[in-house]
């Protein structure tokens, strides 16, 4: 099965630097990257997708890069606010069979923006 | 609100007993997907349902089993509990089983076994 692993566990920044989370996976079929935000005691929210088709997509101050080669995806957050302190997790789909169903999460970070 | 409900919102109760927590999937989408976050696991996949069939297994107890009915609402059982299942469950709904796009968690049940 597919094989997520996430870093860092914790990360803190400044209130308007960037920060950066990494991925790797291990299932080189597997062809959507989702990452997801979750706020303390609240159910976890996508915030942004990438699909192995392209290397980059931007939403605002927000961007995930692909790198197929190397089996990672990163997730950019660039002038962070404190409202972006939370958990987030990236995920990706297992191809086994061919049938991409479900979704395996990494372990999370939780980002901290210091105001 | 994500259009995926899920109910009870909080669960106590004691070791050894049984609980069932219920999740409606958003109208039209036919596949549920349960997880379970614990602190030190993150969200574990447990098991899909699509269209009232089991359609994967992940990590799954054999105390714990569920099910998918006609309307398309699932439940997920969990018996024998042990103060170890205490976490949060989510479910997970998308519209058709062979993508994971659009995939939308319901607010969770929090369970705590005492």
């Known amino acids: 099965g597919e094989n997520v692993e996430q870093h860092p566990s914790t990360l803190s920044v400044q209130e308007g630097d960037s920060a950066v989370i990494k991925c790797t996976y291990s299932d080189s079929a597997s062809n959507y990257f989702p990452w997801y935000k979750q706020e303390l005691g609240k159910r976890p929210q996508l915030i942004i997708d990438i699909r192995s088709n392209v290397g980059e997509k931007k939403d605002q101050r927000i961007a995930v890069t692909l790198n197929k080669t190397a089996k990672h995806f990163s997730l950019h957050i660039t002038e962070t606010q404190p409202e972006d302190s939370a958990v987030y997790f990236c995920a990706a789909p297992p191809v086994v069979g061919g049938s991409n169903y479900k979704l395996t999460f990494g372990k999370g970070t939780l980002l901290t923006v210091n105001p | 609100d994500s259009g995926v409900t899920q109910t009870p919102k909080h669960l106590i109760t004691a070791t050894g007993q049984r609980v069932t927590l219920r999740c409606s999937p958003r109208s039209g989408d036919l596949s549920v997907y349960w997880y379970q976050q614990s602190l030190d696991q993150g969200l574990q996949f447990l098991i899909q349902?699509?269209?009232?069939?089991?359609?994967a297994k992940g990590n799954i107890l054999e105390r714990f089993s569920a099910q998918q009915f006609p309307d398309l609402h699932s439940e997920l059982n969990l018996s024998s509990l042990e103060l170890g299942d205490s976490a949060l469950y989510f479910c997970?709904?998308?519209?058709?089983?062979?993508?994971?796009?659009?995939?939308?968690f319901g607010s969770g049940t929090r369970l705590t076994v005492v």
């Open positions: 349902y699509y269209n009232g069939e089991e359609r």
């Open positions: 997970a709904s998308s519209v058709d089983g062979d993508s994971p796009y659009g995939y939308t």
